[in-house]
């Protein structure tokens, strides 16, 4: 694979690689090759992919132990919690008794003592009054499975994508937009706008490959596309990636060549419910992995208090063009004013 770049007297082993910059509104226009009917189908495509009726919540570093973490999926209430053992418990968010939110709670042992009228809740419960909820950690994100949200076949733990096996150099930011999660999966399923509406991080861009416009299966449903993350106005790191759906609220950037081969950017999308002005609301949970075969790389590890604001800055610059993208086709599609 030879990504095309005009190399001017660089190293070629550098991740770093020089390019000649060309002015934004000379890039080769993508609208043509951006077909409407293709981001239609791929979408579709990747909501008929089952989830377990699973959903991401927040990093899994963002739960801790002593206190409770309140959350919302699907117009649900929901508490998460750790106990001495440091293990993920999920339920309901409101106190079965008058509904004080257990986010409040106080965690002793694997319980939540309500602080209003001190009813204790917790894993073994299994009545009517309240049930926990299944919850899993991967070790980088925490997630809930609400079976009464996604009413389909219920697995014992989420549908992932590839991941690198070594999961420690990672960063997760939580962003909230105005949209469905469909408008979050459908901006991520038209690559090409990336270098015309993120000049700041991607240049030399080119899809390289894309799925049927019917019969899109398993085998052919991917995105492939050469891009350079952009460093500089001149430099920058040229990787080919792939995009895949491994559920219907996931999508998930690889890189398959180039620097940090085995990378991925998870980008997950939770339904929250409406927000006070009824429309819907969607929490974009992305988590970027990285690897890479550069011995230099364990410094990475030990950098780590350093190098993951710096990996949620990038992200969360990137969501919020992106989530104004989302929020437009919502606009748009729904017809709200």
């Given at each position: 694979?030879?990504?095309?770049?005009?190399?001017?007297?660089?190293?070629?082993?550098?991740?770093?690689?020089?390019?000649?910059?060309?002015?934004?509104?000379?890039?080769?226009?993508?609208?043509?090759?951006?077909?409407?009917?293709?981001?239609?189908?791929?979408?579709?495509?990747s909501?008929?992919?089952?989830?377990?009726?699973?959903?991401?919540?927040?990093?899994?570093?963002?739960?801790?132990?002593?206190?409770?973490?309140?959350?919302?999926?699907?117009?649900?209430?929901?508490?998460?919690?750790?106990?001495?053992?440091?293990?993920?418990?999920?339920?309901?968010?409101?106190?079965?008794?008058?509904?004080?939110?257990?986010?409040?709670?106080?965690?002793?042992?694997?319980?939540?003592?309500?602080?209003?009228?001190?009813?204790?809740?917790?894993?073994?419960?299994?009545?009517s009054?309240?049930?926990?909820?299944?919850?899993?950690?991967?070790?980088?994100?925490?997630?809930?499975?609400?079976?009464?949200?996604?009413?389909?076949?219920?697995?014992?733990?989420?549908?992932?994508?590839?991941?690198?096996?070594?999961?420690?150099?990672?960063?997760?930011?939580?962003?909230?937009?105005?949209?469905?999660?469909?408008?979050?999966?459908?901006?991520?399923?038209?690559?090409?706008?990336?270098?015309?509406?993120?000049?700041?991080?991607f240049?030399?861009?080119?899809?390289?490959?894309?799925?049927?416009?019917?019969?899109?299966?398993?085998?052919?449903?991917?995105?492939?596309?050469?891009?350079?993350?952009?460093?500089?106005?001149?430099?920058?790191?040229?990787?080919?990636?792939?995009?895949?759906c491994?559920?219907?609220r996931?999508?998930?950037?690889?890189?398959?060549?180039?620097?940090?081969?085995?990378?991925?950017?998870?980008?997950?999308?939770?339904?929250?419910?409406?927000?006070?002005?009824?429309?819907?609301?969607?929490?974009?949970?992305?988590?970027?992995?990285?690897?890479?075969?550069?011995?230099?790389?364990?410094?990475?590890?030990?950098?780590?208090?350093?190098?993951?604001?710096?990996?949620?800055?990038?992200a969360?610059?990137?969501?919020?063009?992106?989530?104004?993208?989302?929020?437009?086709?919502?606009?748009?599609?729904?017809?709200?004013?």
């Amino acid at each position: 694979m030879s990504i095309r770049l005009e190399l001017v007297n660089w190293p070629e082993k550098s991740p770093l690689q020089r390019f000649t910059p060309e002015k934004w509104s000379r890039q080769q226009p993508t609208y043509r090759d951006a077909d409407p009917g293709l981001i239609a189908a791929a979408l579709r495509w990747s909501q008929q992919r089952p989830s377990g009726n699973w959903y991401v919540v927040a990093a899994s570093d963002a739960i801790g132990r002593g206190r409770p973490y309140g959350a919302k999926v699907a117009g649900r209430e929901i508490v998460l919690w750790r106990d001495e053992a440091g293990t993920l418990h999920a339920g309901p968010g409101a106190c079965p008794h008058l509904g004080a939110p257990l986010a409040t709670a106080q965690v002793e042992n694997n319980a939540l003592i309500c602080r209003w009228h001190g009813m204790r809740v917790g894993p073994e419960d299994n009545a009517s009054r309240w049930c926990p909820y299944p919850s899993h950690d991967d070790g980088v994100l925490a997630w809930v499975r609400v079976d009464s949200a996604g009413a389909e076949t219920p697995t014992d733990a989420p549908i992932l994508g590839e991941r690198p096996a070594d999961t420690t150099v990672h960063a997760v930011t939580r962003l909230i937009g105005v949209c469905e999660p469909r408008d979050i999966i459908a901006n991520r399923l038209d690559p090409w706008h990336g270098s015309w509406f993120h000049p700041y991080s991607f240049a030399r861009l080119e899809v390289t490959r894309t799925p049927p416009k019917a019969d899109i299966t398993e085998e052919n449903h991917r995105f492939e596309l050469d891009v350079t993350f952009r460093v500089t106005r001149s430099l920058g790191v040229p990787v080919r990636a792939e995009f895949s759906c491994p559920d219907p609220r996931t999508i998930v950037m690889r890189i398959v060549e180039g620097e940090g081969a085995g990378s991925v950017v998870e980008t997950h999308a939770t339904p929250l419910g409406p927000g006070p002005d009824g429309r819907a609301r969607t929490a974009v949970v992305e988590t970027t992995i990285a690897t890479s075969a550069r011995p230099g790389f364990r410094h990475a590890r030990r950098a780590l208090p350093l190098v993951r604001p710096m990996m949620n800055r990038a992200a969360t610059r990137l969501w919020r063009d992106d989530l104004a993208y989302a929020e437009r086709r919502y606009l748009l599609r729904t017809h709200q004013s």
